[in-house]
């Protein structure tokens, strides 16, 4: 039987039996506890809980995080995502984000115009094939009913990664590496701006956007992250 005709009686489960056998060869593994699972086990997912913590960042009016990096849990996630590459955790995060859809928290927020994630350079994000916190703008958005805006501010410096850096050292690396990208609507100025990352330490990368936005004029910047 020719593999054309086989895969058409097959239909769907020709996916299924094709996934069924990766996972035999390849099996998933937990990227919190190591256990064969999925990429995140039932056990990790369901010890996660939200936090709602504040943290004050200079140039932002408020900054919101909703886990804390040292759950382990969350840091193997996000790092997992980040890093390795396991863009299906972006799955898990939006089981989390539902989670949240009644959170008089978020619903703080809604009062804004649109979020915008932290951009990465061309060249990292080429080199990534996603921009994880584009990824998580967009998840958010469906919770918090927001647009998302991706073309109002740009990467133009290919800056050292951020996390093998000091204080000092972020705050230098990020100088000039964001430019708002010219605004053809004057109205945009008056716009509510929710920034969107995955991980606050010092906030230096914050503080370099929103810098570059209220040099041209934005007046009310808040931001939202993952964790810190």
């Known amino acids: 039987m020719k593999n054309g005709k086989l895969r058409e009686l097959l239909g769907d489960n020709a996916t299924t039996i094709k996934d069924f056998l990766l996972d035999l060869i390849f099996p998933k593994i937990c990227v919190a506890c190591g256990k064969i699972s999925q990429h ?26 909703i886990w804390h990096y040292d759950n382990q849990v969350i840091k193997a996630l996000i790092k997992s995502f980040k890093y390795d ?27 804004a115009d649109f979020l915008v994630p932290v951009p990465l350079h061309q060249k990292r994000q080429l080199w990534r094939g996603f921009n994880q916190s584009l990824i998580i703008a967009e998840l958010l958005a469906q919770i918090i009913n927001l647009p998302v805006k991706n073309d109002l501010i740009t990467r133009v410096v290919a800056t050292k990664q951020q996390a093998r850096l000091g204080l000092t050292d972020r705050l230098l690396n990020l100088q000039a590496a964001f430019k708002v990208i010219d605004l ?5 100025i008056s716009k509510k701006i929710i920034l969107i990352d995955d991980v606050l330490t010092t906030g230096a990368t914050l503080t370099a956007m929103a810098q570059a936005l209220r040099s041209k004029g934005f007046s009310e910047i808040k931001a939202i992250v993952l964790a810190a």
């Open 40 to 65: 995140l086990c039932h056990e990790c997912q369901a010890s996660i809980k939200p936090v709602f913590g504040y943290k004050v960042v200079p140039q932002l009016d408020e900054v919101m995080f």
């Open 85 to 111: 590459f396991i863009i299906e955790l972006a799955n898990n995060l939006n089981y989390f984000f539902h989670q949240l859809d009644y959170s008089n928290k978020l619903k703080m927020f809604s009062s």
């Open 184 to 188: 053809l609507d004057d109205s945009l």
